[in-house]
């Protein structure tokens, strides 16, 4: 079974510019979430997809991130404009049920923002 | 809210030594904890999970058993290899109404093994 897929790997942009990444979860799994990782702390979620319907987007920064499901599988996060703040790797996880109750994640983006 | 809170790092042994990474938490409820591994370059890896009092999790030699008395889950490994060297990450997902599945971490543990 081939597992969460993300690209790409790694990115460096300029303050202010625009970035995306993509997600492609387990097939079949209708849960996705994106969770931000800074270095030296524990991931933290950023907006959770049920199907292609947004469950819970509460610490995403709407002022500059956007994130969208269409059809229900592939998932694409945007940052405009980037800060030297958004600098971080990029988690994808997808789980089979809401409850979140097993997520896998794939390998992440490693953003860096100069 | 919700937090979970790890021993600080890095945590640096010998191969054969025994590990203990400390976690507590704090939740409403009674939430499901997990404890992830990520190696170099990889991603997020469950690495076991208990999701009520007193029960053990158990995977590759590691476990972890829910305290509830202590609001705690700790890790625990009797003998460590050089493989073992990763980040650790303490979690919990809420369970009680209205939960979405959101997962809380810890800081994360540099476990460094040396030979």
């Known amino acids: 079974e081939a597992g969460v897929a993300q690209s790409p790997r790694y990115k460096i942009i300029e303050k202010r510019q625009s970035v995306a990444f993509w997600c492609n979860p387990i097939?079949?799994?209708?849960?996705l979430y994106w969770y931000q990782q800074i270095l030296g702390q524990g991931p933290k979620l950023l907006i959770q997809?049920?199907?292609?319907?947004?469950?819970?987007d509460s610490q995403l920064p709407k002022d500059r991130f956007s994130a969208e499901r269409l059809k229900g599988v592939d998932s694409t996060l945007k940052i405009q404009p980037a800060k030297l703040e958004d600098s971080a790797v990029y988690l994808c996880?997808?789980?089979?049920?809401?409850?979140?109750?097993?997520?896998?994640f794939g390998p992440g983006t490693r953003l860096t923002v100069t | 809210g919700d937090s979970v809170t790890q021993m600080e790092g890095p945590v640096t042994l010998s191969e054969e030594a025994c590990l203990t990474i400390?976690?507590?938490?704090?939740?409403?409820?009674?939430?499901?904890l997990f404890w992830y591994v990520q190696y170099p370059g990889e991603g997020l890896q469950l690495l076991l999970k208990?999701?009520?009092?007193?029960d053990k999790g158990s995977n590759k030699g590691f476990e972890a058993t829910y305290r509830k008395e202590t609001t705690s889950f700790h890790l625990e490994k009797g003998s460590v290899q050089v493989s073992d060297s990763a980040v650790y990450f303490c979690?919990?997902?809420?369970?009680?109404?209205?939960?979405?599945?959101?997962?809380?971490f810890g800081q994360g543990t540099t476990l460094q093994v040396k030979p």
């Open positions: 996880a997808s789980s089979i049920q809401r409850s979140g109750n097993e997520q896998y």
């Open positions: 097939s079949g799994h209708a849960t």
């Open positions: 997809f049920q199907n292609n319907g947004v469950v819970d």
């Open positions: 400390n976690c507590t938490y704090t939740a409403t409820g009674y939430p499901s």
């Open positions: 208990a999701t009520k009092a007193d």
């Open positions: 979690a919990l997902l809420a369970t009680g109404s209205g939960n979405t599945g959101k997962l809380i």
